[in-house]
């Protein structure tokens, strides 16, 4: 399979898994109503909804503001998209890929339900390392942290330029 294709598909791959998850809780779990399920001491499904962006910011109080954001997340992910065709390393575009699904599954909620579903909730005691949040946020999480880490640790092997000194 072509590296940019297996990129899509790993995008593909996280938005079905998001949607999914995010069915299974309101569904089947009926969080909405529970609220709290305690899944492990450390991990706990905790039912929330996200009406802004990262880390509760820019919070859509209106009907205008939500579109807003999910135009702004959709001109972002379009970019992502746009960026994976171009991208010539295997492992930025497969890093894309989690980033592109995650994005598209959060554009899906906010679109169809006016914010994004969020349920996982670790923590260590009281401490809560992490906001509540969904399968698309982690994998666009995830995709950023190494798309950082790679900027600044990964090198590109560039061959020798023959400077010829006159």
Do not use: C
């Not at 260590?124 to 640790?153: C, E, K």
Request: glycine share 8%; charged share 15%.
């Amino acid at each position: 399979m072509h590296s940019r294709a297996l990129a899509y598909a790993v995008a593909a791959a996280i938005f079905v898994a998001d949607q999914i998850t995010k069915w299974w809780v309101l569904g089947p779990l009926d969080l909405r109503t529970v609220q709290q399920i305690e899944i492990l001491p450390i991990f706990n499904f905790t039912y929330t909804e996200n009406h802004g962006i990262s880390l509760g910011l820019l919070t859509a109080s209106t009907d205008t503001a939500r579109w807003f954001l999910v135009a702004a997340t959709a001109a972002i992910a379009i970019g992502v998209a746009v960026w994976i065709w171009r991208e010539k390393q295997r492992g930025d575009q497969l890093t894309l890929g989690l980033i592109l699904g995650g994005a598209a599954g959060n554009i899906l909620d906010r679109s169809t339900l006016g914010y994004v579903v969020d349920f996982a909730d670790l923590h260590f005691g009281g401490f809560r390392p992490f906001l509540v949040f969904n399968v698309a946020d982690a994998a666009i999480s995830i995709g950023v942290v190494i798309l950082l880490l790679r900027a600044f640790f990964a090198r590109n092997e560039r061959p020798e330029e023959n400077i010829e000194h006159a």
